[in-house]
């Protein structure tokens, strides 16, 4: 009996202590579901609203681009108007004296600009059609003449409404330019541009997700751009409510209502695929800004789905649910353990034990999935920047070049004189700037070029460049010691270095008077490492401090600022990758830098590079002076037209005799039909169809002492292939100044004489 009793009373404190255990259990899970549910709330947010913002920045990047390719029509026409000849003589057209002159002037400007225009038309003072390119319209279309009938009364420029060309059933803007000689008007210039054309040059490359895409509405709602040809024309609520009359419009009406406001914005709202066979409502985000064109303004709407976001989250919330769970079962095994084991001491310190590996091992899975994310990080920005710089190089050399070929032209002191000159500088300012942009994108690639040169020189013309930059606060005290010897390593990195840490200086200034102190001398190896600085004793190095009045650091931010993506500042006005790419640099050179700060002291930054014996490449390197360029005949070919423009001209106003081709194939044709007339071939590297790599292969074919000079905005890989390739002759990084690009036809004229 007693027996008994005692056997029952142990079960029951059994069933109590399974069902402690149970109940611990079901509120951990609880616990750590809401943990992750918080977590994957405000994952989802931050991601939608990260992909809103990349949205909108496109939109913005794309209404920027048609107001730009709208001003180029404009000032293409006003060129045009501004030729007096061709104002001079609009009057005798009507008796029919140079008809033909002004025939062949609008056929020239008709094909100088392009797959884009549609028409061009030129009209008298009363508005009366005189002539057109190309000829056999014989009907004006009403609003385009209700646009010259505004051009003639106001005598502006003005850019039209647009309307649908039937014939083509594609939209066309109209952009319009009243023609004066002297002060007496007498008629106006009109040109049609194919809204079609414009959204295949400047649209239809955005990819947004899988099924997204971007689309142009006029202030009235009707689509005058879009990816699917049947939907341009349509409006886009009355249309489809004719068509579609018993779906549920509410939202998408409200977000057009807001739109056609011209106001710019995100939204997330429900609609459908027009262009699926089924219809189903699913959800959508939005990104519009509008985009103005004279008394007009359009809409710039990119679409994509939200299920493209939400299946990765959800995916992700998938396998951090299944982790915790894991996670989860082997808390409870270990409770579990830990209760039947703590009567025996040695179980339960062999027990800690193994939680204290498995700790380690997941705070050393932790550091790995960081350093990974880090990585992945840098790649990408690294390929982002590459291909802007590139964009950009594109863009600089047009603006080099004319500038340059203007101060030419211009005797120093004219009028326009300083200012051309400012714009070549500060083109150059931004060729600087894009190098820096360059050295990051290079980064673990392997293809800097290292050379020699004077630290002494590159921390002066930083310093020249960073006085334009500098506040009136900041007071910038210089102690640079013209003897501290050459080093090596790439220049645009140095210099990047010299720069960060100058902005980073005037930055912690901010509104307060302020000075920056420079100064470099030479030091010895074993005096640097006496305050614990890990370098070679045997070598000899150059110290460059960069020391500042501002607001100084704690002893937390000053451990954690070379960290990836660390910043004190708020978001928007820095990255955090300023002195991590400083640090990854000076690494690079076999350098060391140091900081000593105090908060509300000052900071005081000491960068160590070691020096080499000898001269510096670039102070040396000034190639052979030519001075016959008589006679010598180029093919130029790049797929930018612009580039080519500008290069032809350059090149043909220092005496050289070009032909231009965009197409490299037809280049590699027009040099097979007359490859003897041709002493140097200028390629572009990165172009379709043929690279310039290959196309230089097949010119060496026909012709084995042809030059060859090889240009680029892709640096790294250009560099790469110059290196390695024998057919190239010179290679040259744009954005290209003149100047340069005739040493090296020079150099490369001289090598070929040579052989």
Known sequence: MIGTLINRWFERATFKKGRAKIIVYITLVLILSTLIYLTYDEYKKAIIVQQQQNMLRTARSISRSIELFTREVVDSIRILTLDKDFAKNISDIEQGKVLDVYNDKLKSYYEAEGKALNAVYLFDENGKLLTQYPQGKTQINSILKADIDYVVIGKKTHIGKVYLDEAKNTFILSVSEPVFDGDNFKGVVSVEISLYDIYNRLIAPVKVGEKGY?????????????????????????????????????????????????????????????????????????????????EQFWVIALVMSYDEIQEPINKFLIKIAGIVSLIASLIYILISELIMMRKSKEELEKETIYLKMLNESSEKLRKKEAELYHSHKLKMIGTLAGGIAHDINNLLTPILGYSELLLESLPEGSEYYDDIDEIFKAAQRGKELVEQILSFSRNDTGAVKMESFSISRITKETLKLLKTVLPKNVVLKENIKEDCGYIRGNYAQIHQVIFNLCTNAYQAIKDNEGIIEISLRTVQGAEINENNVSL????????????????????????????????????????????????????????????????????????????????????????????????????????????????????????????????????????????????????????????????AADIKKIKKNTGVILMSGYIDESEKVVSSNNLIDAYISKPIELIKLSKVIERVLVGMSLK
């Open 214 to 294: 971007a689309m142009v509405k006029d202030q009235y709602g009707t689509i005058i751009m879009h990816p699917v040809k049947e939907q341009v024309g349509m409006n886009v609520i009355d249309s489809r409510k004719k068509k579609y009359p018993d779906l549920d419009y509410s939202e998408l009406e409200d977000l057009i209502k807001n739109q056609l406001k011209g106001n710019e914005g995100t939204a997330i709202y429900y609609s459908y695929w027009w262009g699926d066979n089924v219809l189903r409502k699913i959800k959508k985000l939005n990104a519009y800004t509008p985009v103005r064109l004279g």
């Open 536 to 695: 070679s004793s045997e070598r000899n190095y150059v110290e460059l401090t960069v020391k500042d009045t501002g607001c100084g650091m704690d002893e937390e931010t000053k451990v954690r600022i070379f960290e990836p993506f660390f910043t004190t500042k708020t978001i928007g006005e820095g990255t955090g990758l300023g002195l991590f790419v400083v640090q990854s640099i000076i690494d690079k050179h076999e350098g060391a830098i140091t900081v000593e700060s105090e908060k509300g002291r000052g900071s005081c930054f000491r960068v160590y590079l070691p020096l080499i014996d000898g001269q510096a490449d670039l102070e040396n390197d000034n190639g052979p002076e030519v001075t016959i360029k008589n006679n010598k005949k180029i093919l130029l070919v790049d797929d930018n037209e612009k580039i080519i423009k500008v290069l032809k001209k350059g090149l043909e106003h220092l005496g050289y005799e070009v032909v231009a081709e965009t197409n490299s194939q037809r280049a590699l044709e027009k040099f097979w039909s007359d490859y003897n007339k041709f002493d140097i071939v200028i390629t572009d590297y990165m172009m379709p169809g043929l690279k310039g790599s290959e196309l």
